[in-house]
Structures are given as C-alpha cells and as structure tokens.
C-alpha cells in the first residue's frame, strides 16, 4: 500500500508543473468546451505512459532516449507556434462562448487534446522516463501499485482543473476578460516555446 501512495505523490508532484496541456485543460474548463472528454483523454494518456515506462523502462536505451525527445521537442515547438498563431488571430474577434461552444466540434476538441498530450516530450519524460526509470528496481506488485497511485494522482489532478476552471467561466464571460485570457496564454506559451526550443538546442 505504501506504493501506492509513493505513486500517487510522486506523480502529483509531477502533474503540478504549469505546462502546454494544463493551460490548455482550464482553457477548455472557462469555455465550457467537452471538458470531460478533455480530462477523460488526458487522465487516460497519462494512465497508458505511465504503466508504458514502468514495465518498458529497461528497453530504452539512452541514445534513443535523447533522440525521441529531440524529435518530440521539435514537433511540439511546431504545433505550440501554431497555437500562438491561433490565439494572436482570436485577439481581433469578439468571443460568444454560447457561439464557440456549438461550432467547436468533437473531433476538434480530441485532436487538440491528443496534440497537447501526445507531442509534449515533458509528458513522456514525466510519466515513461522519470516515473518508469523510478520504478525499475520494483518488484511487479510494487510497480502495479506504483503505477495505479501515479494514474490516480492524474485523473484527480486534471478532473479538478478541468472542472475548477469550468466553474470560474461566470467571471469571464466578457470579451475584455476573454482578450485579457488570451494575452496571458499567447505570454506565456512564448515563454515555454522559447524554453523549449533553448532546451533542444542541446541536443544538437
């Protein structure tokens, strides 16, 4: 049970970092746009990656290691540069919350989330190479309940920022509040892309 627990901290104090995929988890929590399918993906992702680098961990070779995250890092750098894009060009329309939440399909709402998570190198240094390199040494039983505390951890963590932010929209349903969101957003995603492009420099 102690293992359990361990996992549940340690990926807490993983999953608490402000990155890409939880700016993108309250934006879609103050929109009001198919949070649950975003937390429910993002929990999920978490859950496979998790157990992925725990029983896998030992397959992965340090240079492999360094080469996956080059390639991740660039395609994450890509698909955060045509996010800012967006967002710059979303700062001259007025926003109709009502409006966006109708025309905002399904289909959009998984890409975007499966984007976020699936090409964010730090998501796969948290979960298969930290969590996974963590728990090598485990025996099975330890790993399983290492694995279920850290997957517990996720689906708790983004459920309440997902919902947390869903429940904080009232404040935001202006475009002023809206355009004021979206500077914050276009602020800080440059920072973490200018981060992250200095970060693969390393690996050149």
């Given amino acids: 049970m102690e ?13 608490l970092a402000i990155g890409a ?3 993108f988890v309250i934006e879609q929590g103050l929109k009001k746009q198919h949070i649950f399918l975003v937390c429910l993906i993002c929990s999920i992702s978490d ?30 750098i890509i ?9 710059i060009k979303s700062l001259k329309i007025k926003v109709n919350f009502n409006s966006e939440i109708k025309d905002v399909s399904r289909t959009e709402i998984l890409l975007k989330t499966l984007g976020f998570t699936y090409l964010n190198a ?8 930290f969590l996974g390199n963590f728990s090598k040494s485990f025996l099975l039983n330890e790993k399983i309940y290492f694995g279920i505390g850290a997957s517990i951890s996720s689906f708790i963590f983004f459920f309440l920022l997902g919902y947390l932010s869903t429940y904080f929209s009232k404040y935001a349903q202006n475009n002023k509040a809206w355009k004021l969101i979206n500077i914050f957003i276009i602020f800080f995603m440059s920072i973490l892309t200018i981060y992250i492009f200095k970060e693969t420099l390393y690996f050149l």
């Fill in 122 to 129: 730090h998501v796969y240094s948290d979960t298969v190479f």
């Fill in 3 to 15: 293992y359990l627990v361990l996992g549940f901290f340690t990926g807490l104090s993983l999953i």
């Fill in 79 to 87: 698909f955060l540069i045509h996010f800012i894009y967006s967002k």
């Fill in 47 to 76: 859950l496979i990656l998790i157990f992925f680098g725990i029983f896998l961990f030992y397959f992965f070779h340090q240079y492999l290691n360094l080469f996956l995250e080059l390639v991740l890092n660039i395609l994450l």
């Fill in 21 to 23: 995929q939880n700016i």
